[in-house]
């Protein structure tokens, strides 16, 4: 019982410390895309990569806006990472899907990409891509050394409350805040059935 007590009274921390401005200003991205009938491109890898499955579903279901994961595709992402490598799979799946200034990317990421460590090092490439054609990066992370946190137009901060649980709860927080985004009265369009 100790370590579900600590998980919890750990995520109750988290909520009453996360940057409420922060998930404001993303909110904001995200309504101007909307408004310039632009597209979400969904990024992440393991965990995250599973968020943006089902972030693409809501995004488009409750929002009516027009949003992908390149995770979705096996076939494609896994003939890219065998004939491109893992590093350019989202930036070369991004020129195809012709992203451009209209459009943005939605990272879900733990740590964001660091070029140092060569970690997420597709995030990256995914991350300067979209700067060169001018679309704009937002992103839900947990860590603010990354090269996510450092490189969007908006990005959320999970607050590191314990170090060992980063992970599991940088992942948990990508769904309760992408949750959180997509009932804000300037992003939902439809309504739920429950």
């Known amino acids: 019982m100790d370590f579900i007590e600590k998980h919890l009274l750990e995520s109750s921390k988290i909520i009453s410390e996360i940057n409420k401005g922060s998930i404001l200003s993303v909110i904001d991205v995200i309504s101007e895309v909307k408004k310039q009938n632009g597209r979400i491109f969904f990024?992440?890898?393991?965990?995250?990569?599973?968020?943006?499955?089902?972030?693409v579903n809501d995004f488009?279901?409750?929002c009516?806006?027009?949003?992908?994961?390149?995770?979705?595709?096996?076939?494609?992402?896994?003939?890219?990472?065998?004939?491109?490598?893992w590093e350019t799979v989202f930036s070369e799946w991004l020129k195809v899907s012709k992203l451009n200034e209209n459009d943005m990317l939605f990272i879900f990421s733990v740590?964001?990409?660091?070029?140092?460590?060569?970690?997420?090092?597709?995030?990256?490439?995914?991350?300067?891509?979209?700067?060169k054609v001018k679309s704009k990066v937002v992103g839900i992370v947990g860590r603010d050394g990354g090269y996510t946190f450092k490189n969007s137009d908006a990005c959320i901060l999970v607050p590191n409350v314990n170090p060992e649980s980063v992970t599991p709860h940088s992942e948990a927080f990508q769904a309760l805040l992408w949750?959180?985004?997509i009932t804000h009265p300037k992003i939902k369009q439809n309504k739920t059935k429950w």
Do not use: F, M, Q, W
């Not at 990024?43 to 972030?55: E, F, K, M």
């Open 43 to 55: 990024l992440g890898a393991g965990g995250s990569a599973g968020n943006a499955a089902h972030a």
């Open 60 to 62: 488009r279901k409750l």
């Open 64 to 85: 009516n806006i027009e949003s992908y994961s390149p995770t979705d595709n096996v076939s494609e992402l896994t003939a890219r990472v065998n004939d491109e490598g």
């Open 111 to 131: 740590g964001g990409g660091n070029k140092e460590k060569s970690v997420s090092v597709n995030l990256i490439h995914a991350i300067d891509y979209a700067k």
């Open 179 to 181: 949750h959180l985004i």
